[in-house]
């Protein structure tokens, strides 16, 4: 399972009581989405020509990906489908994996958990034999203050319910 362990979903808090609210979130483009169009068709279904389709309000996992030989700052970002199972939909682009890498791990061992967050599918299809064209994003907070989450109290980091979807 992609999160043995546990996940917890950083989202943008809405309550003004959430010691979190003043943390803003941002929308940032993953990169890579092309090598991985399996996962765009098993999660956004079939596209015809012209066909778009979009998929708000789904789950991102952030995975360092440590084994990468071309950037030793990877993440690696997966999408959760229904049944909690991971589908690779590409990485933060390098510079982004570079400043969020370093938070990423710092929060995995606060929280001892993987790290998710809120994300968004887009696909439009092109044609017969054409892939369609795909894009993933995710809302991160920003990095200066990502550090700054606070745990309420009597949670624990975990999925997220299959009801949020």
Same mark, same amino acid.
């Given at each position: 399972?992609?999160?043995?362990?546990?996940?917890?979903?950083?989202?943008?808090?809405?309550?003004?009581?959430?010691?979190?609210?003043?943390?803003?979130?941002?929308?940032?483009?993953?990169?890579?989405?092309?090598?991985?169009?399996?996962?765009?068709?098993?999660?956004?279904?079939?596209?015809?020509?012209?066909?778009?389709?979009? #998929?708000?309000?789904?789950?991102?996992?952030?995975?360092?990906?440590?084994?990468? *030989? &071309? !950037? @030793?700052?990877?993440?690696? +970002?997966?999408? #959760?489908?229904?049944?909690?199972?991971?589908?690779?939909?590409?990485?933060?682009? *390098? &510079? !982004? @994996?570079?400043?969020?890498? +370093?938070?990423?791990?710092?929060?995995?061992?606060?929280?001892?958990?993987?790290?998710?967050?809120?994300?968004?599918?887009?696909?439009?299809?092109?044609?017969?034999?054409?892939?369609?064209?795909?894009?993933?994003?995710?809302?991160?907070?920003?990095?200066?203050?990502?550090?700054?989450?606070?745990?309420?109290?009597?949670?624990?980091?975990?999925?997220?319910?299959?009801?949020?979807?």
């Amino acid at each position: 399972m992609l999160y043995e362990g546990g996940m917890h979903c950083y989202a943008e808090a809405t309550d003004p009581a959430d010691p979190n609210h003043g943390i803003r979130f941002d929308e940032i483009e993953i990169v890579g989405g092309m090598r991985c169009w399996e996962s765009y068709a098993r999660l956004l279904g079939k596209l015809g020509k012209g066909e778009e389709r979009e #998929l708000e309000g789904g789950f991102a996992v952030l995975v360092r990906d440590t084994e990468n *030989k &071309d !950037d @030793a700052n990877a993440v690696a +970002v997966y999408m #959760l489908d229904a049944d909690n199972d991971g589908h690779k939909v590409g990485y933060l682009a *390098k &510079d !982004d @994996a570079e400043t969020y890498s +370093v938070i990423i791990k710092q929060l995995e061992r606060r929280g001892r958990s993987k790290v998710g967050c809120k994300a968004r599918l887009y696909g439009k299809g092109l044609g017969l034999f054409a892939r369609p064209i795909y894009h993933c994003y995710v809302c991160l907070p920003d990095p200066a203050v990502w550090l700054d989450w606070t745990f309420p109290t009597g949670s624990s980091p975990g999925p997220p319910p299959a009801t949020d979807r």
